[in-house]
């Protein structure tokens, strides 16, 4: 059965690829021939849909994303955080420079404008520049301020540098929860931590019966210049890691997704 499923989502999954290249070059060829800048976005939230459908996933999802631009903050477990989430909201991703080498994923998250940054290089303030930026053009930026992917059981503290960017631009902070289950408990196929491969970690998750996704919307903070960062910081690590063990109780499970916010996944 296994080796069913893995190869029936191989193949779903190649030929979604074919169809976002597809995509991606009819995009470029658009703007090379009018001279003119297409937002990605749209496209980038539909192929990142696409990726969590072939991944299987059968999501659950609570909340209203705003409509305005924000700042978004999540707990982070996994690679699969990024189709998940850029899935559900158009917006751009800040990750490590490692992510946009990837396979499959890398090149989804170059397509959709992500922001990369490389660890330890000390560019952690022109990161908060960058997002400031793109902030005040229109579009929603999200950070994984825990700065590294968890075991999905808890969420580490949060860094607040990144977030004096959401001050800069004057938008919002939205914080979201995620978190993964399989047969009512924390999925342990999910996290991708420590010196795990992305290859073989895409492996064991497509031979294996889908995973459940929660994710939670919680309402919006608002700060300004005034604000005291350091208090709004540990506020949203709890409201994030509250909302993490809503999921985990799986109090998500009786409210079925529909509208904009619904990804179904194959049931293989």
Known sequence: MELIRLTARLVLFTGFMGLTATLAGTLLLVETLFRCQIDRAPFARICFNGASRCLGFRMSTQGTFSNRPVLFVSNHISWSDIPVLGGLVPLRFLSKAEVGRWPVIGWLATQAGTLFIQRGSGKAGQARNEIARTLLNGQSVLVFPEGTTT??????????????????????????????????????????????????????????????????????????????????????????????????????????????????????
């Open 151 to 268: 075991a999905g059981v808890t969420v580490l503290p949060f860094h607040s540098r990144l977030l004096h960017a959401a001050a800069d631009a004057g938008v919002d902070i939205q914080p979201l929860s995620i978190g993964y289950l399989r047969n009512g408990h924390p999925d342990h196929l999910a996290p991708f931590i420590g010196d795990d491969e992305f290859q073989h970690h895409l492996m064991r998750m497509l031979r294996q019966p889908a995973v459940e996704v929660g994710v939670i919307a919680h309402p919006v903070v608002t700060i300004d210049d005034s604000t005291d960062l350091t208090d709004v910081t540990r506020d949203l690590r709890q409201t994030v890691h509250d909302g993490l063990r809503q999921i985990q109780a799986g109090r998500l499970s009786d409210q079925a997704s529909d509208g904009p916010t619904a990804v179904a996944g194959p049931e293989l």
